[in-house]
């Protein structure tokens, strides 16, 4: 299968926005739990937010509030809106996709992980 494609990193300074995207390339009869992670430098790769197959969004604690995951109508793409950007935000940024469903040609526990896109912030 086609892995996610991250798009929409860059450099900002603190307290900025920037919005991520992930081309997530899931098949379109197959449910998703699609995910953003981040990982900085030195540092272990970390849960970032969550959208489930039914919507349902979770965060991580350090970013509640700041980011918010969302897909289009489609349901083909993944974003990140981030606001109120800190310089501990810099990290890599990575999207993971996991089939939900049973379905054949799904896929199901296998984890799908994009490249990354970077974010820098500045003080």
């Known amino acids: 299968q086609v892995p996610p494609v991250e798009s929409g990193g860059g450099s900002v300074q603190t307290g900025g926005s920037l919005r991520l995207s992930c081309a997530h390339s899931g098949r379109s009869h197959c449910e998703y739990d699609l995910s953003w992670y981040r990982q900085a430098p030195g540092k272990e790769r970390e849960f970032v937010a969550t959208v489930d197959s039914f919507g349902i969004t979770n965060y991580a604690d350090s970013v509640k509030g700041r980011f918010t995951i969302s897909q289009d109508g489609a349901k083909t793409t993944l974003y990140l809106q981030m606001n109120s950007l800190e310089p501990e935000d810099t990290a890599m940024y990575y999207c993971?996709?996991?089939?939900?469903?049973?379905?054949?040609?799904?896929?199901?526990?296998?984890?799908?992980w994009g490249k990354g896109t970077l974010v820098t912030i500045s003080s």
């Open positions: 993971k996709r996991a089939s939900t469903s049973t379905l054949p040609g799904c896929n199901n526990g296998i984890d799908y």
